[in-house]
């Protein structure tokens, strides 16, 4: 296993466009995240899934978002009508249950919106 | 909720010396996970070095160990013996894991970040 992987590493859209982001994580890791980071802050909480189930959404995933983990394994991010604004990089993250140690990240989607 | 404050946006240090990032956080859970992780301009989240909030001993990994102050609620990292391969972003994060109510499914908050640079 590599770790957990995203595709595209880049992207870049136009403003009113919808993007789609995979992730696929470590496969014998239940728990999968996604956390939206812009330039020069930290990392902020997205999405979680506990196998297919989307259990918890933040705040900052507005009706224009939408995270799937159809079987439990990859999971999608869609973004509808880009704004500027959505402009940021987009992690994955896996970890085990119980995951004291276990968060992996993998290397993230940059998104530009023009 | 939780809170992380990373005060320092920039330390710089001298090849083979020893830095501390500092790390406050906040927070009414009793239980909870302290992490440091390293991003290097690839963007990719490296684990650093984890602390159990009922652990008694202060955590080290390698040249990593952190400095935990439960009653200061304090996270400081210390870098010994810096290389110029740690010259990266540094973000302390919390897990809360308070699952009564069943509500924190391990996500993390971060701080800010620390950009550190070792300079040879």
């Known amino acids: 296993d590599t770790g957990v992987s995203q595709d595209p590493r880049h992207k870049i859209t136009k403003r009113g466009q919808n993007v789609t982001f995979r992730c696929d994580p470590i496969?014998?890791?239940?728990?999968l995240y996604w956390y939206r980071q812009t330039l020069g802050q930290g990392p902020e909480f997205l999405t979680y899934?506990?196998?297919?189930?989307?259990?918890?959404k933040s705040r900052l995933l507005s009706d224009r978002f939408s995270a799937e983990r159809p079987k439990g394994s990859f999971s999608t991010l869609e973004i509808q009508r880009t704004e500027q604004g959505d402009s940021a990089m987009y992690l994955c993250a896996s970890s085990p249950d119980g995951g004291n140690y276990g968060y992996t990240f993998g290397s993230g989607t940059r998104l530009t919106v023009v | 909720a939780q809170k992380i404050t990373q005060t320092q946006p920039g330390m710089f240090v001298q090849e083979k010396e020893a830095v501390t990032l500092d790390c406050t956080y906040d927070?009414?859970?009793?239980?909870?996970?302290l992490f440091w992780y390293k991003q290097p301009s690839s963007g990719e989240m490296i684990f650093l070095i984890y602390q159990g909030s009922y652990d008694e001993q202060n955590a080290t990994e390698g040249r990593y160990s952190l400095n935990f102050q439960k009653a200061r609620k304090s996270a400081n990292l210390v870098i010994s013996a810096s290389q110029l391969g740690d010259s990266a972003m540094y973000f302390c994060?919390?897990?809360?894991?308070?699952?009564?109510?069943?509500?924190?499914?391990?996500?993390?908050?971060f701080g800010q970040g620390t950009i550190l640079t070792v300079h040879p």
């Open positions: 899934f506990q196998n297919e189930a989307q259990l918890e």
């Open positions: 496969s014998e890791h239940n728990r």
């Open positions: 927070t009414s859970d009793q239980s909870y996970g």
């Open positions: 994060a919390m897990r809360a894991d308070n699952y009564a109510g069943g509500t924190s499914y391990g996500k993390l908050t």
